[in-house]
């Protein structure tokens, strides 16, 4: 990708909630339209970075995931630091993550920057049958603690693009 401006953007954003929601499979999906059926921990690599451009303007995102971590509620203060993006993901078919969020939040409000730009992912939509969270609990929640809100399937591919970029769209407004 050209450069012409000259001018560059990284922006650090980070996937948080509970374990077995599908943090990992909307990153792989996102970045490399992968999907994993097994659920494993991940290891190894530590964020994905997405090139875009917007207005001309190169941005870079790098969207960092959890080891498996958030499994024993040890996410480091570390994997926070300098994000300026969030995703917090709870599953639609799991009230518990959803009930989770408030806590997720809370570690948000302590580790990261009060103005980091957050986006309440409901995923696992294809589980429509085993529903156990309303759209609307989500989207009320979302009004009151003023993020952005979307329903996703890492599975079938649908909103996974959007969860991330209105993220980055944001934040370059916020910066440009
Ligand atoms: P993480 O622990 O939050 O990173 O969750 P993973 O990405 O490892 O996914 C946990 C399990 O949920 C795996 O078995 C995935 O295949 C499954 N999963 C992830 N996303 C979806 C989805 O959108 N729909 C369905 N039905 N299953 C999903
Ligand atoms: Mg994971």
New binding site residues.
Partial sequence: MENCGGEEYLFKIVVI?D????????LSRYARNE??????A?IGVEFQTQVMEIDGKEVKAQIWDTA?QERFRAVTSAYYRGAVGALI?YDISRRLTFDNVARWLEELKMHADSNVVKMLVG??S??EHIREVPVEDGRKLAESEGLFFIE????DNTNVMPAFQIVVREIYNNVS
Avoid at 19 to 26: D, F, P, Q, R, T
Avoid at 35 to 40: D, I, L, R, T, Y
Avoid at 152 to 155: H, R
């Fill in positions: 909630g374990s077995a929601v599908g943090k990992s499979n909307l999907f994993n059926p097994n659920s494993k991940t498996g993901v995923n696992k294809d589980l996703t399937s890492a599975l």
